[in-house]
C-alpha cells in the first residue's frame, strides 16, 4: 500500500498523476522543463506518449493544454506556481472563458522553495486563479492531501487550479477523513471561544496554536479549507455563528486570498470579528521554508496571540 | 470536390461587399485586416476543407483556428455568401444580441476555438488541438490563420518551436502577412526579420503566396497539406484590400455613406 505520509507532497503530485493516468486514458501531463522539478516524471515514466515538455514557456504551456482540451482531453499542466501565474492572461483567456477542463498545478508555492528566494516564492496565486469565474482553486496541506486533491479534481467540470508545495509538510490529514470532497471543509478541532480557518499548509500550525490557546483557557476550533473556491460557506457561517470570532491563516499574500475569500462572504452575511493572517512582502532566500515562516510570524505563537486579540474583541 | 476557382472568385467578391457592409453597420469591425485575410478563408471554405455545417465535436474533420480573431468578419461575410447567413444578420454584427460578436466568442457560429482574440492564444490552442487529434490517432487537419503583427508575442514562437519539436505536420499555419498593425506599418513598429527564416530555422517548411490569389493559395495549401514537416503559407496581403481609401493603412473605419457606397463599387 502507498505510504503517502513518507512522500513529499511533490511526489504525492506525480504519483497522483500516475495512478490517475491508469485510471483514466484522457489525461495528459505537460511541463515546462519543469518533468523532474513537479515529479511530472513519475506520469512521464509510465506513459511518455500522454507526457508533453513544451520548454521553458509558460504562455505556451497553458495555452497547448487548452488546445489538447479542446481535443477532448483533461491536460494536467505542472510549473511553479509563481511561473504558472505569468500565464494568467492564457488562464483567463483560453481555458477560463471556455471553462476547459485544464488543470494548472503550480508547485513550489508559498516559502516552498526558500532556496531559490522571493522570485520563486508564489504569495499572490490564490488571488489570481480565484478571480476567474470558473476556477476551482484547491491548496491541500500535505503530502496525503495532495494526493487527495489531485486525484478528486479529476471529477471536476472546469478548470481546476492546485497550489502544491516541494518537500516540506507536516503530515496532518491522512487520518483526518477517508474521502476527500471538492468544496468541502474539514472539522479538526472543535471550540467555542473563536475558530481558526487554514488552507494549505497552514494547517499543523493552527493546531498547535490551539493547543497553546487552550492551556490559556481558550476554546478554539480549527477549521480546514483545502478548497478556497467553492468555499465551504456552510462550515465557514457556521463556525462564525458559533464563536464569533474568525482567524483566517495562509501562506500567501493578505491581499484577495483566502482570508478574502472567508471576509467577503461574512460581510455579506453574518458581519463577524476577523482577522486575516498571512504575508504583506515578498520572502527572502533561506535554509527552509520554517525559518521564512519563523521570519514573517507564521508561527503557532502569533496564531494564538492574534486569536486571543479576537476574543477580547468580541 | 473542390470548386472552380471561377467560382470563388464570384464568392470573394460578393464577400468583399458584406465585409464592407458590416463595417458601414458596425465600425467597431476590424475591415482592414478583414479584408486582407478574405482570399485565405475562401480557399480554407470554398474548397470544403473547413465547412460551415459540420457540428463541433464531429470527429475526423478539420478544425480552423483563427489566432487574428478580430478579422472574424471575414468568416462571416463568406458565410453569407455561401448562404450560411442572412444580410439580416450580418447588418447586426457587434449588437449585443447579435452572436456574431466582433471576436470569437462561445456562441460565436462556425468557429469552433472560439477562445481565440488574445494575440498569440491562437497559435498555442492550434498546437495543442494538433497534438491532440494526433494522439487520438484522428485525420483531421488544423488549419490556422495568424495575422504578421501578432508574431511579436513570444507566445506564437513558444508554441511554433512546440510544434516543430513534435513534428506536427496535422498543422497546416497560414500568416496573413499585410505588413500593418495598429500602431502602423509592421516593419516600423517592430521589425519582422526574415519571417520564413524564422520559420525554416525551427523546422517548418515554407511557402510563400501572393495572398490575394487564391488559385496560388490552394496550390501551396496541397503543397502544406503532403509536407512531412509542419508547414507554413505565408501569405503576402495587403490591408483593406478592396477599399482604395485604407489600403495598407492602420484605417478601420469608413462613414456609413462611405461604406454603403463601396458597397457596390467593389469587383
Redesign the interface.
Same mark, same amino acid.
Given at each position: 500500500m502507498l505510504d503517502l505520509e513518507s512522500l513529499t507532497p511533490r511526489e504525492a503530485l506525480g504519483r497522483a498523476l500516475s495512478d490517475l493516468g491508469d485510471l483514466r486514458k484522457d489525461v495528459?501531463v505537460l511541463v515546462a522543463d519543469t518533468g523532474e522539478t513537479t515529479r511530472a516524471r513519475l506520469f512521464a515514466e509510465r506513459y511518455p506518449?500522454?507526457f508533453?515538455n513544451?520548454?521553458i514557456?509558460e504562455?505556451?504551456l497553458? @495555452?497547448?493544454?487548452?488546445?489538447?482540451?479542446?481535443? @477532448?482531453?483533461m491536460?494536467y499542466a505542472l510549473t511553479f506556481a509563481t511561473f504558472m501565474t505569468r500565464a494568467w492572461?492564457?488562464a483567463r483567456?483560453?481555458?477560463d472563458?471556455?471553462g $476547459?477542463p485544464v488543470r494548472l498545478v503550480g508547485t513550489h508555492a508559498g516559502f516552498a522553495d526558500a532556496y531559490d528566494g522571493p522570485s520563486h516564492q508564489a504569495l499572490e496565486d490564490i488571488a489570481l486563479f480565484r478571480v476567474l469565474p470558473s476556477f476551482t482553486v484547491l491548496a491541500p496541506a500535505d503530502s496525503c492531501e495532495v494526493y487527495r486533491a489531485a486525484t478528486a479534481s479529476a471529477a471536476v467540470k472546469g478548470p481546476v487550479y492546485i497550489r502544491v508545495g516541494r518537500d516540506f509538510h507536516i503530515p496532518t490529514t491522512c487520518g483526518l477523513y477517508d474521502r476527500f470532497e471538492v468544496g468541502k471543509a474539514y472539522v479538526v478541532l472543535e471550540g467555542n471561544d473563536v475558530a481558526i480557518f487554514t488552507t494549505g499548509i497552514t494547517l499543523p500550525l493552527a493546531v498547535e496554536a490551539a493547543q497553546v490557546l487552550r492551556d490559556r483557557g481558550i476554546s478554539a476550533a480549527v477549521v480546514h479549507f483545502p478548497t478556497v473556491k467553492p468555499l465551504d460557506y456552510a462550515a465557514v457561517e457556521k463556525y462564525a455563528s458559533a464563536t464569533g470570532a474568525v482567524l483566517t491563516v495562509e501562506e500567501h499574500m493578505v491581499y484577495g486570498g483566502f482570508g478574502s475569500a472567508v471576509a467577503e462572504h461574512l460581510a455579506q452575511t453574518r458581519p463577524t470579528k476577523m482577522a486575516i493572517m498571512g504575508l504583506k512582502s515578498y520572502g527572502r532566500t533561506a535554509k527552509s521554508p520554517q525559518e521564512l515562516y519563523q521570519l514573517f510570524g507564521l508561527t503557532p505563537e502569533n496564531i494564538a496571540a492574534r486569536a486571543e486579540e479576537l476574543v477580547k474583541l468580541r | 470536390m473542390e470548386r472552380g476557382v471561377l467560382g470563388l472568385d464570384e464568392l470573394i467578391c460578393k464577400a468583399r461587399r458584406y465585409v464592407v457592409l458590416m463595417a458601414g453597420y458596425d465600425p467597431g469591425i476590424h475591415l482592414g485586416s478583414s479584408l486582407s485575410v478574405l482570399e485565405v478563408v475562401a480557399a480554407l471554405y470554398g474548397t470544403g476543407r473547413l465547412k460551415f455545417n459540420v457540428a463541433n465535436g464531429a470527429h475526423n474533420r478539420n478544425y480552423f483556428v483563427l489566432s487574428k480573431g478580430h478579422a472574424i468578419h471575414a468568416v462571416y461575410a463568406l458565410a453569407a455568401a455561401m448562404g450560411y447567413l442572412t444580410v439580416d444578420e450580418l447588418r447586426e454584427t457587434g449588437s449585443v444580441g447579435s452572436r456574431l460578436q466582433n471576436h470569437p466568442e462561445?456562441d460565436t457560429p462556425f468557429v469552433?476555438?472560439?477562445?481565440s482574440?488574445?494575440l498569440?492564444?491562437g497559435?498555442? $490552442?492550434?498546437? @495543442?488541438?494538433?497534438?491532440?487529434?494526433r494522439?487520438?490517432g484522428e485525420p483531421g487537419r488544423v488549419y490556422l490563420v495568424t495575422g504578421d503583427g501578432e508574431l511579436d508575442e513570444?507566445?506564437s514562437w513558444?508554441?511554433f518551436?512546440?510544434a516543430a519539436?513534435?513534428g506536427l505536420n496535422n498543422l497546416v499555419t497560414i500568416v496573413d502577412l499585410n505588413n500593418v498593425q495598429l500602431d502602423g506599418h509592421s516593419e516600423e513598429v517592430l521589425r519582422k526579420g526574415d519571417l520564413a527564416g524564422r520559420f525554416r530555422s525551427l523546422g517548418f517548411e515554407v511557402f510563400e503566396v501572393d495572398g490575394h490569389d487564391v488559385a496560388a493559395i490552394i496550390s501551396a495549401l496541397e503543397k502544406a497539406e503532403n509536407s512531412a514537416k509542419p508547414a507554413v503559407v505565408i501569405a503576402r496581403t495587403v490591408r483593406g484590400r478592396g477599399v482604395p481609401s485604407i489600403e495598407d493603412t492602420a484605417k478601420q473605419r469608413l462613414s456609413r455613406d462611405e461604406a454603403l457606397s463601396h458597397v457596390n463599387n467593389i469587383c
Open positions: 495528459v506518449e500522454r508533453f513544451v520548454g514557456a504562455q505556451s497553458v @495555452g497547448i493544454a487548452a488546445g489538447l482540451a479542446l481535443a @477532448g482531453f491536460p492572461e492564457q483567456n483560453s481555458v472563458r471556455l $476547459l | 462561445v469552433d476555438v472560439p477562445n482574440g488574445s498569440g492564444q497559435i498555442s $490552442l492550434a498546437v @495543442g488541438l494538433a497534438l491532440g487529434l494522439l487520438r513570444g507566445q513558444e508554441s518551436a512546440v519539436h513534435y
